[in-house]
């Protein structure tokens, strides 16, 4: 069985920033897209960036520039550089893998449990 489990959420001022992490536990042999999505309040889930396995990027157009997202694919991780934080990126953040293949199975998606970013002076 595969679980995401998400670190680094928090609250931080207009303009910091901030660190999210995210690591699959599990036998795995490898994740084909890792990402990161959000939820804020009454909105729906969106996507905020995503990495292959070969590292090509995928970023929404509110984060470009300001975010960076990286991973490792040895430990199975991925993170997510939140710089010039608003107050509109406040939300739930969500990580996300797909298509992980393991000692037993391969899995379609798997999501984590969301970690809270807030953006407030």
């Known amino acids: 069985q595969v679980e995401l489990v998400e670190s680094g959420g928090g609250l931080v001022q207009p303009g910091g920033s901030l660190g999210l992490s995210c690591a699959a536990s599990g036998i795995i042999f490898g994740i084909n897209v890792m990402g990161w999505y959000r939820q804020a309040p009454g909105e729906q889930r969106e996507l905020v960036a995503d990495?292959?396995?070969?590292?090509?990027?995928n970023y929404a157009g509110a984060v470009k520039g300001r975010f960076t997202i990286s991973r490792d694919n040895v430990k199975n991780t991925v993170y997510l550089q939140m710089n010039s934080l608003k107050p509109e990126d406040t939300a739930v953040y969500y990580c996300?893998?797909?298509?992980?293949?393991?000692?037993?199975?391969?899995?379609?998606?798997?999501w984590g449990q969301g970690t809270l970013v807030t953006v407030s002076s």
């Open positions: 990495i292959t396995r070969g590292g090509s990027t």
């Open positions: 996300n893998a797909q298509r992980i293949v393991t000692n037993r199975e391969t899995l379609r998606e798997v």
